[in-house]
């Protein structure tokens, strides 16, 4: 549960199956600088109860995933958790997204402001290394996040 | 991806003609990856196959190469591995009776819509799970996908005092997990029985989840025999092998299998909340097995517990585990059903061969002959209402699919 007032940065995917590691691969790159205290960095392995419970009591909570939507691999989508997209629908996580986010709602345990990042990916492959393309949009998340972190003040990254 | 499943009936003058479940089922993809790898590597690479079970992958995997080896895990590091291993019982089962089957028969599409109106019993599920997520991370340093499991033990080996945070939420658990029982003794169970054939692991001290023998109605044979009794076929309509136990298709693995073979030796009390909730030792219908699996956390916790209050700490991570060319066995209890490997190790250290049989695979064909009992006698009804019997008939058994609660995507034509 995180502390109110934080942000908490949740990375989620599956390590093994190439692209969809983007997500873990950015809260990664973001871990390795330091960050304002009230900033918790998380992995998620596709764990919906414990997304719920990372997110619980966060004034801002910044999911990011893999996406697959048709776009061109590397594209960056934004997205309110209110209008959730359907890139995320039918996830290949146990639990969508889509399905942590409606079991918050209906348990009042979603964050105050929740913000969804997805980084569309090529190739989902089991055992399959990262494409070129959503390595480089990883790293570009990684340093637009931390720009927004690193200037000390809490702001959110975008709006 | 544990959730792609289909599901078609044909039916014509009061009879099924044709069911063929499909199911996607990856293990297969990772038998081929195993080969030409070091034997150290399967733990790791098999924990990815479900995101639901890893630490049964890894039990597996381990005891399967250190049976080739010649190398044995005792005393501390496997009260560990239990540890880790009802952790995730706990998990895998919470999720499963809380937001999967008992929506089921409280007459709600899903977990979530569920959750609305039953919010404090919800919660009671999650925190019920993220008790298992806390004694799995203890252990195995995170809780979905572990990365302290290695073959011969751990990396580092915790300590009393890093398992403390979980014991105190497995008392809390323990109690949640008794309530658990009395809730779902309560539903309203279609009356239903099937003639089932079980077949689980047996331990001559526990309710074997890490090792055992393999136990049916008929008697017991040791892990190494398994390619002696259980032969898997290819069915056209599934990318799942169909198992066949001495030549008979259609046997049944799972909590229903554990506790019709192994019941006796449940905590005692696991066992009187057991006979709290009307079991007798014997249950034959599929849609109890949530019972089942609500007194199976009462006994994962109680278990833990009692490992946790008594653990000696280890005096080494791991036991050495030398390579020597040879094949290894190793099977545990899945949260839904035994999880067999074997693995041929090379003079090398390099993987020859690897075999994964997965519960799913196994309870496939009875899963299809429990849909065919329950349609029949309901072929009257409109094609929305059997398609939800017919999912859960599929849900009564948490196969992978199950994860994707109501993605099954189900035809029924009936005339």
Known sequence: MSTPGSTVVIGLGCECRGDDAAGLEVVRLLARDSLPPSVVVLENYGDAAELIESWTGACLAIVVDAAMSGAPPGTLHRHSALGLAPTWQGSSHVLSLADAIDLARALGRLPRRLLLLGIEGEDFAVGGPMSPSVRAAVARTAEMLRGRFGGGADQPPMR | ?415
């Not at chain 2, 979530?112 to 806390?134: C, P, Q, S």
């Not at chain 2, 259609?250 to 079991?279: D, F």
């Not at chain 2, 003079?347 to 429990?370: F, H, K, Y």
């Open chain 2, 1 to 415: 991806m544990e959730g792609e499943g289909a599901l078609l009936v044909r039916a014509r003058d009061g009879r099924v003609t044709d069911l063929r479940l499909r199911i996607y089922e990856p293990p297969r993809f990772f038998e081929a990856l195993l080969r030409g790898r070091h034997h150290t590597e399967p733990p790791d690479i098999t924990a990815r196959i479900c995101g639901i079970c890893p630490v049964a992958y890894q039990m597996s995997a381990c005891q399967a190469v250190e049976a080739a080896c010649g190398a044995e895990v005792t005393g501390p590091l496997r009260d560990l591995r239990l540890l880790m291993y009802y952790g995730e019982w706990i998990e895998s089962h919470a999720l499963h009776v809380y937001l999967l089957h008992a929506p089921d028969f409280l007459g709600y599409e899903s977990g979530i819509a569920m959750a609305a109106d039953h919010r404090g019993l919800v919660e009671r599920g999650l925190a019920l799970k993220k008790a298992g997520n806390v004694l799995v991370a203890a252990v195995g340093g995170r809780p979905i996908h572990p990365v302290n499991v290695r073959v011969g033990g751990f990396y580092r080996a915790p300590t009393r005092r890093d398992l403390a945070p979980a014991a105190e939420r497995l008392l809390r658990a323990r109690e949640d997990a008794l309530a658990t029982v009395s809730w779902v003794a309560g539903f309203d169970f279609p009356d239903v029985e099937h003639a089932y054939r079980f077949l689980a692991l047996r331990h001559p001290t526990e309710y074997a989840i890490l090792s055992g023998s393999v136990a049916t109605a008929g008697g017991e044979f040791g892990v190494e025999e398994w390619p002696a009794h259980i032969v898997e076929e290819q069915v056209p309509h599934s990318t799942a092998l169909h198992a066949r136990l001495d030549g008979v298709t259609g046997y049944l693995v799972g909590p229903l299998a554990r506790y019709n073979l192994n019941h006796r030796q449940l905590s005692p009390t696991a066992r009187e909340a057991a006979a709290g909730a009307g079991l007798d030792g014997h249950c034959r219908n599929p849609f109890r097995s949530i019972v089942v699996r609500a007194v199976e956390i009462v006994h994962a916790c109680d278990e833990a517990l009692r490992i946790i209050d008594r653990l000696d700490e280890p005096d080494r991570p791991a036991v050495p585990v030398d390579v020597r060319e040879a094949t290894g066995h190793g099977a545990s209890e899945a949260p839904r059903g035994t999880l067999y490997h074997r693995y041929s190790v090379g003079p090398d250290g390099l993987i020859l061969d690897a075999d994964i049989v997965p519960p799913t695979s196994q309870n496939q064909a009875r899963i299809e002959m429990d849909l065919r009992d329950l349609i029949e006698p309901r072929l009257h009804l409109p094609a929305e209402r059997l398609a939800e019997w017919c999912e859960r008939a599929i849900r009564n058994h948490d196969p992978c699919i199950s994860c994707s609660a109501h993605f099954l995507d189900v035809h029924v034509d009936a005339r």
